[in-house]
């Protein structure tokens, strides 16, 4: 009979290690053996998530869209992306979750609970435009670092929260106050307690907007949890990673934030052009805000086939960070002419903005159809891939789509 081999102490203890726990009769697990709590769960039926959306990374998870998965006006959860950077919270307690509010800032130390919010300020609704900063880096070259997004991490949900600046008006801040900084209940991925996985924020002029928001709900219902739950801050228009997920505790700062994911290169991009490829001193790396303007045609699907003579008809969104966008134009010859679309108001001040058109082709053969946004300054979208930079932010160039006509 064949000796049975057994997997080393070493193996063992790295396995008790990922599960959190000791092996129980780990001495007779089979050499081999794949551990069913080791073994990654379906995403899709884990965040309740279409089977269409694409998984970057597990450790931690990373999630996109594609095109035509966000034709909805209001972004569902299934199609919503999914930008993590530790590991999610387990066994959240809502009925005692509280988030403090400090730093050198405040006047006064204070602890909300999740009840005390919805109770003594007033709730506010509005759909709110999330993008990752990274959104579109796949076509960098040279190739950035980082998940390989392609046009899928944006989304535009209905958020239901409470405004901060109501909150802080409540604390009282000092007259020194520059920044805020969020904390949350999520873990860093080397599960050391001392450290944060990401603790980003905003100046002191985007807290204070009347769309930024301490948030409990994402389109009428509890923030699902890989999202948030159950409270985050949405702040619009900017990077996403300024809206953080499971936030328990807010700082008041007289200094830019100083939280992991805030110095360095992260979320930065060179504050004057660099060439391709080049080094960029940290010093000389300017943290992003609003987010450029941008479009995305979501009907048809890239590789649709029309008949001869016939219309097509495609539509889509655009936004352009904490601008609105002024006007939506299309081309089918690679940019050469421009033809406008009809363009939608926004439902409210940083929420994206329907477009549509009905575009005639002038005979049968393989066509691109090419989307470009302009912002209320006059700032258009790039055709093809903007200004380099080292981590792969803000590629805002004109989505396309294949078409085939006869």
């Not at 995403?43 to 996109?64: A, D, G, R």
């Not at 980003?200 to 923030?223: C, H, S, W, Y």
């Not at 159950?230 to 499971?246: H, Q, V």
Request: proline share 6%; with cysteine.
């Amino acid at each position: 009979m064949q000796r049975r081999k057994f997997i080393t102490k070493s193996t063992l203890a790295s396995f008790s290690a990922l599960l959190g726990a000791e092996i129980v009769f780990g001495k007779t697990i089979p050499e081999n053996y794949n551990l069913i709590g080791l073994q990654d769960p379906d995403p899709f039926k884990l965040f309740s998530k279409n089977k269409e959306m694409v998984v970057l990374n597990n450790k931690p998870w990373n999630m996109e869209a594609q095109a035509h998965l966000l034709d909805d006006k209001i972004t569902p959860n299934e199609f919503m992306f999914i930008r993590n950077n530790g590991i999610i919270p387990e066994n959240i307690d809502v009925e005692n979750w509280t988030i403090e509010f400090d730093g050198e800032s405040v006047k006064q130390k204070k602890t909300y609970s999740l009840s005390e919010l919805k109770s003594k300020f007033k709730q506010h609704s509005y759909q709110l435009t999330l993008e990752c900063g990274g959104n579109g880096r796949s076509e960098f070259d040279p190739p950035a670092k980082g998940n390989q997004w392609t046009i899928g991490a944006v989304s535009c949900a209905t958020w239901t929260g409470v405004r901060l600046k109501d909150v802080l008006e409540d604390i009282g801040i000092k007259d020194d106050a520059v920044y805020i900084g969020y904390h949350a209940a999520d873990t860093h991925l080397s599960k050391d307690p001392k450290k944060e996985p990401i603790s980003r924020g905003v100046p002191m002029a985007k807290a204070l907007q009347d769309e930024t928001l301490i948030a409990f709900k994402m389109n009428g219902k509890d923030i699902p949890l890989a999202h948030g739950y159950p409270l985050r801050l949405i702040a619009g228009g900017f990077p996403a990673s300024a809206s953080g997920k499971w936030i328990n505790r807010i700082s008041v700062r007289n200094k830019v934030h100083d939280g992991a994911k805030m110095t360095g290169t992260a979320y930065r991009v060179p504050c004057k052009p660099v060439a391709p490829g080049e080094k960029v001193k940290d010093e000389d790396m300017c943290i992003i805000e609003s987010m450029p303007v941008k479009s995305l045609i979501t009907y048809p699907k890239t590789g649709a086939i029309i008949k001869k003579g016939n219309s097509l008809n495609i539509r889509g969104h655009a936004w352009a960070g904490e601008l609105e966008v002024e006007r939506v134009s299309y081309s089918i010859d690679f940019g050469s002419t421009w033809q406008s679309c009809e363009l939608k108001a926004p439902r409210n001040r940083l929420a994206w903005q329907h477009f549509s058109a009905a575009i005639q082709f002038p005979q049968e053969g393989y066509y691109e159809v090419w989307a470009k946004a302009t912002d209320a300054q006059g700032e258009s979208q790039p055709m093809l891939l903007p200004g380099w930079n080292p981590k792969g932010y803000l590629n805002n160039a004109c989505h396309r789509i294949a078409i085939k006509v006869g």
